[in-house]
């Protein structure tokens, strides 16, 4: 019975030992997850001042795009420098592609601090007509940073996709507002990790969206007798 209780104690030693560090790993897997985070926001955040807001915001967002996209691949990078990069790069062809969505955004925005005492009808149309403006410039940024396209069609194949797949701009649509809502009850969230947790989930439901929509085609063109 001793012996019995002995080799009992040293394989519970042995099994405790990589338990202790797969929590450990785990726990390191978290905190570096949140300090890319962390420091994308902070990128983001430069990004959109050097460009005078304005003409930084979409370029910003497309190299926060970039380098989400392959931290979420497994590739190394040293983000930083790959963002800053990236925002040279693609300044004018972000700006361009971004121009739909965040002339939608602009105006749709204005009018709903203007018309305070529009119908109730009239501003949730402007709220949804806002919405599509944010998911066609995730989309298309998204959309840039991972197929190799002509910059004249992404806004039409962004346009196409949202329109085709409908539940993407949903998700989209409800990651940005529950990002929103959490950072309204907690301010100090948005100059810290809002910004960079909300640009990486959204390219990380653009990718899954892209692969899904890449099998179905796939699917489609080995089972379409007519394709050659």
């Given amino acids: 019975m001793a012996h019995e209780g002995a080799r009992a ?30 420091l994308l926001n902070l990128l983001v955040l430069a990004g959109t001042l050097a460009g005078g807001v304005v003409l930084g915001v979409a370029p910003a967002l497309a190299a926060a ?56 009808v009239l501003r949730v149309a402007l709220a949804v007509v806002a919405g599509l403006g944010v998911v066609h410039l995730l989309l298309a940024l998204t959309m840039d940073a991972h197929y190799d ?17 409908p539940g993407a701009p949903l998700l989209l649509a ?15 969230l948005l100059p810290v990790v809002a910004i960079g947790a909300w640009a990486y989930l959204c390219t990380a439901l653009c990718l899954s969206f892209y692969a899904a ?12 007798p007519l394709d050659e």
Avoid: I, K
């Fill in 174 to 188: 409800a990651t940005t507002a529950l990002v929103g809502v959490v950072t309204a009850f907690v301010p100090g």
């Fill in 9 to 38: 104690e040293v394989a519970a030693a042995r099994t405790a030992v990589p338990a202790d560090g797969a929590r450990l790993e785990r726990w390191f897997g978290w905190v570096d997850t949140l300090a890319f985070l962390g």
């Fill in 65 to 120: 795009t970039v380098v989400s996209r392959t931290r979420l691949r497994g590739d190394t990078q040293r983000a930083a420098r790959d963002f800053v990069r990236a925002w040279a790069s693609g300044f004018g062809r972000a700006n361009l592609l971004a121009a739909p969505g965040l002339l939608a955004l602009a105006l749709t925005g204005t009018s709903l601090l203007l018309l305070d005492d529009a119908p109730a």
């Fill in 149 to 165: 396209l002509r910059r004249g069609d992404v806004p039409r194949l962004a346009w196409a996709f949202l329109l085709r797949s």
């Fill in 213 to 224: 929509n890449d099998r179905r085609l796939g699917d489609q063109a080995e089972t379409d």
